[in-house]
């Protein structure tokens, strides 16, 4: 039985088909263990072609691995990571980056998931102070938590923040390919060009199976992570299956036809749930995300019918995600079914 489409998360989609067939094609002979293969050069180049002759990308399986090994790199344990409220790292992540980094977060309240510079400033206080954690990373997200996207001149001005009070700028990039997907913009535009220091790469969202980079795009960073990814349990042994996939979707733009679609999918589904009662949508929609605020009444039997998360009970506030793989009827039945138990809500009200 074929499952009813899912709006609950990216992470739902089936690995894209040519993703699986650059996993078949890896899967000839005997090569070196641990990345010491063809395919894994190869992922090494593709790198290299979107985000500069400099960056260095390490494969891992998934995305609190890529973002807690890589602020590894970047942390001792009495410095902090500045972050979102809602970043992934803080809500998403188990508490694994204390745990691993014995960092602290420092936490800052946005309305639009977005970190400003004063934000960053904001949270310089105790500099020096042997009392207080120092500032060490500020960690943003692209596409952010919930669902808007930073700019180039946005991250420019983050990273002139950084480089000037002696910090890191980190992205936690599992959605990047839809933010720059977004902008009509190449990955570098919106990393390497505007000053990321590090990216966590997101595959798994767009079409992958377990495979996600770590990409240190600043020079003399991550010169020791082989072993960082080594003890952070993120190092494959039949590593050309996690590098085949990675290399698959940097080749012939996969990467960005896979985001495009996700993107326009939620565009869609935005306008087809405008105008119906009692529906409201809550942020902008930039990427592949919507978030909207809908009648409670209509939650449960809704996801009766295509599962989803509710972002904040308060509202309530519910997340819908689209992915590669979204169609465009898949979208229309949806909204067709919030309409109409939107309007059976609103009667049922008015009869009261």
Known sequence: MQPAHSFASDNNAPVHPAVLEAITAANAGHVRAYGDDPWTRAME????AHFGPGARAFPVFNGTGANVTGLSALLRPYEAVICAEHAHASVDECGAPERF?????????????????????????????????????????????????????????LAHCTREHGLFLHVDGARIANAAASLSVPLRAITTDVGVDVLSFGGTKNGALAAEAVVFLRPGLGEEFQFLRKQGMQLASKMRFVSAQLARLLEDDLWLSNAAHANSMARRLAERVRGIPGVELAHP????GVFARIPR????????????????????????????????????????????????SSAASAAR
């Open 45 to 48: 180049e593709r790198f290299r």
């Open 101 to 157: 980094l014995g960092s602290k977060l420092l936490l800052v309240r946005t309305d639009d998931g977005k970190l400003k510079p004063a934000d960053v400033v904001a949270q310089l206080r105790g500099l020096r102070d042997q009392h207080h954690v120092q500032p060490k990373v500020v960690s943003i997200t692209q596409s952010t938590e919930v669902g808007t996207v930073y700019a180039p001149d946005e991250l420019a001005a």
């Open 285 to 288: 929609v930039q990427a592949n």
């Open 297 to 344: 009444a209509c939650v449960a039997p809704l996801q009766a019918s295509s599962y989803f998360y509710v972002w904040d009970e308060a509202g309530p506030v519910v997340r819908w995600m689209c992915s590669y793989d979204t169609r465009a009827e898949d979208v229309d039945a949806f909204a067709g079914a919030l309409r109409a138990l939107a309007q059976g």
